[in-house]
């Protein structure tokens, strides 16, 4: 095996996308938690609270979603969600 044959199967077993991860957590998400904010300030100021409360709901559900998506911590709430089932 050459030196340049080595030096690139040394990068590909040293591929992550935490560099991704860390970009899209710390860019993409308060950009979308930002747009939302937007939209319900502007829909709550046309005087449609009703709108804004349904809209609300189901941003909260959406970020206890992202919030378990971003923290790793999946598995232990599946664990808590189907103790409460089970007993």
């Known amino acids: 095996m050459t030196a340049p044959e080595s030096l690139s199967l040394w990068y590909a077993q040293n591929l992550t996308t935490n560099g991704l991860q860390g970009w899209i957590q710390s860019n993409i998400v308060p950009l979308i938690l930002l747009g939302i904010a937007i939209i319900l300030l502007w829909i709550g ?36 969600l189907a103790s409460l089932i089970t007993g």
Request: proline share 3%.
């Open 45 to 80: 100021g046309r005087g449609d609270n009703a709108g804004v409360a349904r809209r609300s709901v189901g941003l909260l559900v959406g970020l206890v979603a992202l919030g378990v998506a971003v923290s790793g911590t999946g598995p232990e709430v599946g664990a808590f």
